[in-house]
């Protein structure tokens, strides 16, 4: 199965796909801005790549509970100095976290191979970028939902964008643990992935560090909460999530790996 991204594809449902988050922002809920600096945003994802991720997701905007949105031309500001340097070194694939037609534009047209958007609906201009570029895109379910509900959202996203004629195969769906919902609803979410899963999609699950682990594993510091995510990705993998996003990526794939060994075995 194979997930388009403009002149690059990659294959997904033989083994877990790594997605290493590099957060350009000075306030970010899980690193407190280490990666601000553009020199040091690069090297961090260089070291994420090396540690062996598959997929680079860069994000200049917090999503963390109580952030104060920036402008789209001041996100692509912190975006445009890392994204240019990191795509002159690597061939990887980029993917940019962003829910802003303008930024997505200027992504795609600097390197970029995907669009992470958390916005939560199909906006008509993001989706025209999306058909132009030929681009991945990821959509996420944004808000209070149970597996249901996030299947009927899934399934409307999917007809939404055949109608505005994108390839099923540029489109990757985000359950969106910690988007707005609740404690029970992000578990329930994690548990039962199989029923919400969209046949011939890749599922992509972003839990890495948030507060759902931080409660579940009463750890409230969100750097320290790697045996909970570890826990949480292991019931991921058994349940056929196909990209991880995560923070950690050396040691994180430990669990990952040894959850795919298992998973060989269930009968």
């Known amino acids: 199965m194979i997930f388009k991204c403009r002149e690059k594809q990659i294959e997904y449902g033989k083994k877990t796909l790594l997605m ?7 306030d970010s ?14 090297s961090h994802a260089l070291n994420l790549i090396e540690d062996g991720a598959d997929i680079i997701d860069l994000g200049a905007q ?7 949105q920036i402008s789209d031309k001041e996100e692509w500001q912190r975006l445009e100095g890392v994204l240019k340097k990191l795509r002159k070194k690597t061939d990887i694939l980029i993917s940019v976290d962003t829910y802003f037609p303008y930024v997505a534009e200027k992504a795609l047209l600097n390197g970029a191979d995907i669009i992470n958007d958390v916005s939560g609906i199909i906006n008509p201009k993001m989706a025209e970028i999306i058909k132009k570029t030929g681009a991945g895109w990821v959509i996420t379910h944004n808000g209070a939902g149970s597996c249901s509900e996030v299947s009927e959202f899934f399934k409307e996203s999917a007809k939404k964008c055949r109608e505005y004629g994108i390839n099923s195969n540029q489109l990757c769906f985000d ?11 992000n578990l329930e979410l ?7 899963k969209l046949k011939g999609y890749p599922l992509l699950i972003g839990l ?3 507060r759902v682990i931080g409660r579940a594993s009463n750890q409230e510091n969100a750097e320290e909460r790697i045996y909970g995510n570890i826990a ?24 990952i790996k040894t959850a795919e060994e298992i998973k060989k075995w269930i009968k």
């Open 175 to 185: 359950m969106g643990i910690g988007f707005g919902k609740s404690y029970e609803q």
């Open 20 to 26: 290493g988050i590099v957060n350009i922002t000075p």
């Open 232 to 255: 949480a990705h292991t019931v991921a993998v058994l349940k056929n999530a196909d990209i991880i996003r995560l923070h950690d990526i050396k040691n994180e794939k430990q669990g």
């Open 190 to 196: 994690i548990a039962n992935i199989n029923e919400y």
């Open 29 to 42: 809920f899980s690193d407190g801005g280490r990666f601000f600096d553009e020199d040091s945003a690069v």
């Open 208 to 210: 890495s560090r948030k």
């Open 62 to 68: 917090s999503t963390r509970p109580g952030y104060v």
